[in-house]
T-cell receptor, first 116, second 107 residues
Framework: GAVVSQHPSRVICKSGTSVKIECRSL??????MFWYRQFPKQSLMLMAT?????????EQGVEKDKFLINHASLTLSTLTVTSAHPEDSSFYIC????????????FGPGTRLTVT | DAKTTQPTSMDCAEGRAANLPCNHS???????VYWYRQIHSQGPQYIIH???NNETNEMASLIITEDRKSSTLILPHATLRDTAVYYC????????FGTGTRLQVFP
């Protein structure tokens, strides 16, 4: 089946620094990738939709200047959390779509970000 | 926002069938019903999807009512590894997760 990886799986950074999370589709090309955030005991919240070669579309309430998304190739999207603060500590999950149907969307294992 | 409603939690004995209900009363004609699950601290896993007809695969069965306003995910023989949060979603182009049902399978 389709595989999506994320790197790193866990990261700890200091407040005020930036951290980059990578999302890769390993065995398929993904024209669309999605980024979600999940706080403890809560559901996944869609942050943005990223199409290869174009600007990401952010969901309402998500700061585009704080969460920079780059989708430079059909197999790689990156999320950069800029000037991180402790409240940005969360589980970040990406997904990649291999086709046009929603069920052709495959999720990565997630990245646990802790900001100290 | 998510358009589906599910019970917050359910328990099921190992080996028994787990029946997880979902209401999607505002589903439109071209929207599928999708089920995903998330085991603790992992990414969501696709289970099954359907439009109008009941569906079955190696993981589960999906029963959709004739009016399409609700559905039931059936895990025929639940195991301890099926303990997870189960999400029912009825969007088309984006997967918007609701609160899901936390299924606890006990020995």
């Amino acid at each position: 089946g389709a595989v999506v990886s994320q790197h790193p799986s866990r990261v700890i950074c200091k407040s005020g620094t930036s951290v980059k999370i990578e999302c890769r589709s390993l065995d398929f090309q993904a024209t669309t990738m999605f980024w979600y955030r999940q706080f403890p005991k809560q559901s996944l919240m869609l942050m943005a939709t990223s199409n290869e070669g174009s600007k990401a579309t952010y969901e309402q309430g998500v700061e585009k200047d704080k969460f920079l998304i780059n989708h430079a190739s059909l197999t790689l999207s990156t999320l950069t959390v800029t000037s991180a603060h402790p409240e940005d500590s969360s589980f970040y999950i990406c997904s990649a779509k291999s086709g046009t149907a929603a069920h052709e969307q495959y999720f990565g294992p997630g990245t646990r970000l802790t900001v100290t | 926002d998510a358009k589906t409603t599910q019970p917050t939690s359910m328990d099921c004995a190992e080996g028994r069938a787990a029946n997880l209900p979902c209401n999607h009363s505002t589903i439109s004609g071209n929207e599928y019903v999708y089920w995903y699950r998330q085991i603790h601290s992992q990414g969501p896993q696709y289970i099954i999807h359907g439009l109008k007809n009941n569906e079955t695969n190696e993981m589960a069965s999906l029963i959709i009512t004739e009016d399409r306003k609700s559905s039931t995910l059936i895990l025929p023989h639940a195991t301890l590894r099926d303990t997870a949060v189960y999400y029912c979603i009825d969007n088309t182009d984006k997967l918007i997760f609701g609160t899901g049902t936390r299924l606890q399978v006990f020995p």
